[in-house]
């Protein structure tokens, strides 16, 4: 066929030269999705059944990072979601329905929470928040209709350890499923279907991005059903999530071990000197017997991850709180965690109800990967000035 220069802009007759092998994943970018003719076309959801069909149901980059995510969590099958908050909303719609009661751990990240108590309820969810070290005690909140348990271990910012298997033995008892927020071991530092949650969801945008430049979300299933049933609704909600960022979240799995390996060091020296600080009362690090659950942690977890909390002694002031976090200068005060840099962030529990009497003096380090006696320096002086 002739061509004029215009449709040559849309379908040249030049191309590259084939053959390009490198050790990265090319970044597929697409929402259009050929078909090889016209009876072919069909809108369906499950990539690996039909093929591709449509740019939302996943490119080859985004589903590569969901299989590798997969293979690393041993589940059935991932799904990568714009967010990790992203992640939860969507178990939650797929798995629930109105008149179902869902339990949820009062330590549980707060976005979890408001999702619950904002849209769950809304919709006609019951909504009960449970403490996170109930355990096996947790069929004493079970009705008739609950049909989901949110675990999440160690729970945000004050860190409780939960009885998974525990938990996991008594809600299967009753045909309910769990699901498990694995943000702060990174998917490896617990093995959730060998424990036995149903469903896993993680924050990609912490350890396996890993730099504090992207957005993502990942759900592992541990079976079929479960991979029908949210595949059905992820399709329908059209959360997808944008192959630049699974492209920048395959680089950052490439390095997860040896980041995870020099924070967990970092993290566990300081977590272990601020424990003898005489300012501090308490250190909330799993790996440490101060810290809810640290037997659980030992007991079902093989490593420790670089986000931890210190509880100030009763005679701090919120306002010397405060100041401790200002007078940082290597650790920077932001949300989010888990990248390369230092952050310090001071929390306020009067408001939340049936949380530990922590008040206004508890701090969420998270420990990146400057040197190490820098932190201790850092963290040295902003104490020395609350003595002052
Ligand atoms: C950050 C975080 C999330 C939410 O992830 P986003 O990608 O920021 O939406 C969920 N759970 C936990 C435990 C987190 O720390």
């Not at 985004?62 to 979601?81: D, H, P, Q, S």
């Not at 675990?151 to 860190?159: K, L, Q, R, V």
């Not at 299933?221 to 991979?227: C, H, K, T």
Request: aromatic content about 10%; some cysteine.
């Amino acid at each position: 066929m002739r061509k004029n220069w215009k449709t040559k802009l849309i379908h040249p007759d030049a191309h590259a030269p084939e053959g390009f092998r490198s050790l990265s994943m090319p970044t597929y970018r697409g929402s259009t999705v050929l078909f090889p003719n016209a009876a072919a076309v069909e809108d369906t959801w499950d990539q690996h059944e039909v093929g591709y069909t449509y740019g939302l149901y996943g490119t080859p980059t985004t589903l590569e990072l969901a299989a590798r995510i997969c293979e690393l969590e041993k589940g059935y099958r991932t799904f990568i979601t714009p967010g990790g908050q992203g992640a939860i909303a969507l178990i939650n719609i797929a798995f629930l329905k109105a008149g179902d009661h869902v339990l949820v751990p009062e330590s549980v990240y707060t976005p979890n929470r408001k999702f619950a108590l904002a849209v769950l309820r809304r919709f006609g969810v019951e909504v009960t928040f449970y403490p996170p070290t109930i355990g096996a005690g947790i069929p004493a909140l079970f009705r008739n209709n609950t049909r989901l348990v949110w675990c999440e271990s160690p729970g945000s910012i004050t860190m409780e350890v939960q009885d998974i298997p525990a938990i996991a033995d008594a809600t299967h008892r009753i045909g309910a499923m769990v699901a498990l927020d694995n943000t702060w071991a990174a998917g490896v530092y617990f093995d959730a279907f060998a424990h036995g949650v149903d469903v896993t969801m993680q924050a990609l945008t912490k350890y396996v991005g890993g730099h504090s430049d992207l957005l993502l979300g990942s759900i592992t299933v541990r079976d079929e059903a479960a991979y029908k049933r949210l595949g059905a609704t992820h399709q329908l909600v059209g959360c997808a999530a944008s192959p630049d960022d699974c492209s920048l979240a395959l680089r950052g799995m490439r390095t997860l071990a040896v980041r995870l390996r020099a924070i967990e060091a970092s993290a566990l020296e300081l977590a272990r000197w601020l424990a003898e600080r005489r300012e501090i009362e308490l250190v909330l690090h799993p790996a440490l017997p101060s810290c809810p659950g640290h037997e659980l942690w030992k007991r079902d977890f093989t490593g420790s991850a670089g986000l931890f909390s210190i509880v100030f002694h009763q005679q701090f002031t919120k306002q010397q709180v405060l100041a401790f976090v200002d007078t940082l200068e290597l650790f920077k005060i932001g949300y989010s965690w888990a990248g390369v840099t230092s952050l310090a962030v001071a929390y306020d529990f009067h408001s939340t109800p049936n949380r530990p009497d922590y008040g206004a003096r508890i701090v969420r380090l998270n420990i990146g990967l400057e040197d190490v006696e820098d932190l201790k320096a850092d963290l040295t002086r902003a104490l020395e000035t609350m003595n002052g």
